[in-house]
């Protein structure tokens, strides 16, 4: 169960592509985080390659979620996975997946396969946000979760406070039914503008109240991806990491971190 969302872009500059891509936020093991890595790197690698070959980010987005389903160990094929891609022409596309029908109640629509549920985009002029998400699947779909966050994003400058706000409002501190059920969310989301020089800025934001969440990330002009296994710390009820970019036709170099 899967959805996928794209959108084009009117820019006309020919810039670096950018992929994003996770495994899942949940309680993945240490030990093999090495092997969730791995996989973030293939997909990521596959993605690129596709983009480099011409492919569109509707194209890619779908050939990274592909590696990200097929590649883990069937036990660990329980988690929602997810991709964002920028294509060398701005064109945005993002895609969620179950991960597989391991342990799937039959007859049970997860948020992945939902209406800005399990990802969306909102292309503005000169911006876009483009945001998957993974999690406890009910109340992921009932607060409309990828949709929610993108509005907030799309219309607001990010920062950890932010992130937090627009979390604990729509999320972590609103009513839901079961009330004693366990609150889990994870979600990589691309800001991206075009500055004066059309140059694209893009912020990259994952965030994750789980235990673990695995990440990769890279754009066309590098040859290997990023990769980050995050992890909560002692006492942290959520985690939020925060880069930007900036890419151009020669470069793409990191501006902040939070």
Request: aromatic share 6%; proline share 2%; charged share 20%.
């Amino acid at each position: 169960m899967s959805d996928t969302a794209s959108q084009p872009c009117s820019c006309q500059y020919l810039l670096p592509g950018f992929v994003a891509v996770h495994v899942g936020a949940g309680h993945q093991s240490k030990e093999r985080s090495n092997q969730y890595k791995d996989t973030c790197k293939k997909a990521c690698l596959n993605a690129i390659r596709a983009l480099k070959n011409g492919k569109n980010a509707s194209e890619a987005v779908c050939i990274a979620v592909a590696v990200l389903e097929d590649e883990r160990e069937e036990e660990q094929r329980l988690d929602t996975v997810g991709a964002i891609i920028i294509d060398t022409n701005g064109n945005v596309a993002a895609a969620a997946s179950s991960g597989g029908i391991l342990l799937k109640h039959s007859g049970r629509i997860g948020h992945s396969a939902l209406y800005g549920c399990g990802c969306w985009i909102d292309q503005q002029e000169n911006c876009s946000v483009a945001i998957v998400s993974s999690g406890t699947g009910e109340f992921l779909t009932k607060t409309l979760f990828s949709k929610s966050i993108s509005d907030q994003c799309i219309e607001n400058d990010i920062t950890p406070e932010m992130i937090k706000t627009i979390l604990n409002k729509i999320f972590l501190n609103r009513t839901m039914t079961p009330l004693n059920a366990d609150k889990y969310l994870g979600f990589i989301l691309l800001k991206t503008s075009l500055n004066t020089d059309n140059d694209r800025t893009v912020e990259f934001v994952c965030s994750h109240n789980t235990k673990t969440m695995c990440i990769g990330y890279m754009n066309t002009n590098q040859s290997n991806p990023h990769t980050l296994f995050s992890e909560l710390q002692n006492n942290e009820t959520l985690s939020i990491n925060i880069e930007a970019f900036v890419l151009n036709k020669q470069s793409a170099c990191s501006c902040k971190t939070f």
